[in-house]
Every structure is written in C-alpha cells, then in structure tokens.
C-alpha cells in the first residue's frame, strides 16, 4: 500500500523540484522574493524539508518567480500538476487545445 505523502512534504518536494529545475539556489530564491539574506537559505530549505509550511502569500511568490502556478504546489496528484505546469506555460491557442482534449477524453463541456 502506497502511503500518502503528507501536505508539507508535497509543498516541500513540489519546491525543491521547481528550484532546481530552475537552476536557482535556496539562497538566490529567497532573497529574490523578499527574504533577508541572512536567513534566505534557511527559510527555504525549512519550507523543502516540510519543517514550516509558507504563508500562501510567500507561496505565491515563489510561484511567480519560478513561472508556475501556485496550485501546482499543492496538488496531491502528480500527473494533474505536471499538467497544470504544462498548461501554465502554453500560449493560448495550446491552452484553448489542452481544453478542447480534455472535453473530447471525458465527454464532459465547459462550463463558463
């Protein structure tokens, strides 16, 4: 039986990915939404550990900077993360035909 990750080390490994991928340091992200430089570092690697969990202000500023959005840090299903991060960075007419797919797979229409 698969166990199921907790809240915080979701949020924690969510953020430890996207930094990465991003080729930015615990520090640099910090300090680039606002943190001290003193206590950057450590701030963000408590928030990867699970040890805190960030105010969702703080959350969504790092989603921000790291071009993503905010959901994604928080959602419990990977595949519809990596989705939401796909979809988060298509223009337009890639979102109107992401849409359009998932309208064709389950049969369901858009509500407005």
Do not use: N, W
Not at 34 to 62: C, K, L, N, T, W
Not at 80 to 106: D, P, V
Request: contains cysteine; hydrophobic residues 40%; charged residues 25%.
């Amino acid at each position: 039986m698969v166990k199921p990750k907790s809240p915080k080390s979701l949020f924690g490994r969510r953020l430890r990915e996207a930094r990465e991928s991003a080729g930015i340091s615990q520090y640099k992200l910090g300090v680039i939404i606002g943190f001290d430089e003193g206590s950057s570092s450590a701030r963000m690697s408590r928030y990867e550990a699970g040890i805190h969990s960030p105010p969702f202000q703080v959350a969504e500023q790092i989603a921000k900077k790291l071009k993503l959005p905010v959901a994604y840090f928080y959602c419990s299903d990977d595949r519809l993360a990596e989705i939401m991060r796909l979809y988060h960075l298509t223009h337009e007419k890639g979102r109107a035909a992401i849409l359009e797919c998932a309208i064709h797979q389950t049969g369901f229409e858009f509500v407005k």
